[in-house]
T-cell receptor, first 115, second 116 residues
């Protein structure tokens, strides 16, 4: 079974530019999550989707971050405009089913450096 | 406000001995706990989980213990092997917080080094 796929793996941009990340979850997984991991910290949840609906986006900085999962499969996370403090690894995870307490499986992440 | 704490940034253990990684939490709503292992340049890999209705869960060399009254959990690895060298993250979720939201809250991680 293929795991969670993410692209690109690395991205370097200048501040105030825009950037987008893509995630393809494990086949059949209804729930998809985006996390931000800053160096030296644990991952922090940004947004959770169930199918194509948003379940939790309470920690998403909505003035600059946006995410969508239009067909309930792939998802994109966008930052516009980027700030220096957005330098981090952006992790996508997915889980099976829609009830609580499911194991989340992570992709390899996209490492973003904002100069 | 850190709701999940891993107070040891690093831990060094001799190969073949037991590794014990600790985690404390403050949110009483957390009822599902997981341990993830992470190698450099890779995403976290799921190791083992435990529900709040249990106090122990075992899977091969890995055992997780949960002490709800102390809001403390630990991961035991025995025997420790060189391939166990990695960063270990403790994570927690409140499964029934409403609306299906069950995002994980992570600790900062403990870097486990297994010495030959």
């Amino acid at each position: 079974e293929a795991g969670v796929a993410q692209s690109p793996r690395y991205k370097i941009i200048e501040k105030r530019q825009s950037v987008a990340f893509w995630c393809n979850p494990i086949s059949g997984h209804a729930t998809l999550y985006w996390y931000q991991q800053i160096l030296g910290q644990g991952p922090k949840l940004l947004i959770q989707f169930q199918n194509n609906g948003v379940v939790d986006d309470s920690q998403l900085p909505k003035d600059r971050f946006s995410a969508e999962r239009l067909k309930g499969v792939d998802s994109t996370l966008k930052i516009q405009p980027a700030k220096l403090e957005d330098s981090a690894v952006y992790l996508c995870a997915s889980s099976h089913g829609t009830s609580g307490g499911k194991t989340q499986y992570f992709g390899p992440g996209t490492r973003l450096l904002v100069l | 406000d850190q709701q999940v704490k891993q107070n040891s940034p690093s831990l060094s253990v001799q190969e073949g001995r037991i590794s014990i990684l600790n985690c404390d939490y403050t949110n009483s709503m957390f009822d599902y706990f997981l341990w993830y292992k992470k190698y450099p340049a890779e995403g976290p890999t799921f190791l083992i989980s435990i529900s709040s209705i249990k106090d122990k869960n075992e899977d091969g060399r890995f055992t997780v213990f949960l002490n709800k009254s102390a809001k403390h959990l630990s991961l035991h690895i025995v025997p420790s092997q060189p391939g166990d060298s990695a960063v270990y993250f403790c994570a927690a979720s409140a499964r029934y917080s409403g609306g299906g939201a069950d995002g994980l809250t992570f600790g900062k991680g403990t870097h486990l080094i297994i010495q030959p």
